[in-house]
């Protein structure tokens, strides 16, 4: 299947600081890829929509202001999260669509990215 | 009523039996079924992914779809303890790009 990577895997920061966490499609272009947050022992939660060469698509409830999302090439994505805080400490994870709007559409996923925020 | 359902579990199955997890979607417009496998502290993994109705077999993977009942199962013959996980049911709508998961169903095989 496709390959998604996502850098770094874990990271530590300090609260305030930001931190960038990359999400790049090693064997194919995706003009779209997905944020998500996952807490320990829940559910993924869909964070925002990255479209190349455009703003992304910030889901409810997701500060934009905050998680800052930048897909300026057909394989990389990058999420900051910035003035970073404790409870903003968790696993991040990246997936890339392979045929955005057409039929064999699929998704991968990165390897994730543990956010913990001291 | 939740664009994509599954049974959150946990579903326990003895070594070497069918686990069978079974999820349903609302919009019948959907085109594309996936099921990923997901370990503690691990991203999901992509296992299979039908987009016909009928059954899919992938090694002791078996994917069935029936469009008519908006229902998406997975099977898994000879169940291992290294299956134990949680494994998502994802679906993309009309248009494909939305894609929606189900919160997952823990599956536990036991030794």
């Known amino acids: 299947g496709a390959v998604v990577s996502q850098h770094p895997s874990r990271v530590i920061c300090k609260s305030g600081t930001s931190v960038k966490i990359e999400c790049r499609s090693l064997?194919?272009?995706?003009?779209?890829m997905f944020w998500y947050r996952q807490f320990p022992k829940q559910s993924l939660m869909l964070m925002a929509t990255?479209?190349?060469?455009?703003?992304?698509?910030?889901e409810q409830g997701v500060e934009k202001d905050k998680f800052l999302i930048n897909h300026a090439s057909l394989t990389l994505s990058t999420l900051t999260v910035t003035s970073a805080h404790p409870e903003d400490s968790s696993f991040y994870i990246c997936?890339?669509?392979?045929?955005?709007?057409?039929?064999?559409?699929?998704?991968?996923f990165g390897e994730g990215s543990w956010l913990t925020v001291v | 009523q939740k664009e994509v359902e599954q049974n959150s579990g946990p579903l326990s199955v003895p070594e070497g039996a069918i686990a069978s997890l079974n999820c349903t979607y609302s919009d019948r417009g959907s085109q594309s079924f996936f099921w990923y496998r997901q370990y503690s502290g691990k991203s999901p993994e992509l296992i299979m992914f039908i987009y016909s109705n009928g059954d899919k077999e992938d090694g002791r993977f078996t994917a069935q779809l029936n469009k008519a009942s908006q229902y998406v199962s997975l099977l898994i013959r000879d169940s291992q303890p290294s299956d134990s996980a949680t494994y998502l049911c994802a679906v993309i709508g009309p248009g494909g790009f939305k894609t929606i998961f189900g919160a997952g169903t823990r599956l536990f095989v036991k030794a």
């Open positions: 064997d194919f272009q995706a003009t779209t």
């Open positions: 990255s479209n190349e060469g455009s703003k992304a698509t910030y």
């Open positions: 997936s890339a669509s392979t045929r955005a709007g057409q039929i064999g559409n699929t998704i991968y």
